[in-house]
């Protein structure tokens, strides 16, 4: 399963590990993924995996 967001499509990022001594190593910034139970206007659940950001956006917003 891909570390993607349903909502956003928040990905992970790529950047660099930068040690004491300036030595650059790639690294990758993944998103803090959620999984949510979410009900559907039909009546039925689903499970999503959502970013811990959309997820504080979705409660402010209901």
């Known amino acids: 399963m891909a570390r993607k967001c349903v ?4 990905g992970p990022m790529v ?4 040690s004491h001594a300036n030595n650059k190593t790639k690294r990758r910034f993944l998103p803090n993924l959620r999984t949510v139970r979410v009900t559907l206007e039909d009546g039925t659940t689903t499970k999503i995996r959502i970013s811990a ?3 504080r956006t979705l409660k402010k917003n209901s």
């Open 7 to 10: 909502i956003s499509g928040k």
């Open 15 to 18: 950047g660099n590990n930068v």
């Open 53 to 55: 950001k959309e997820l």
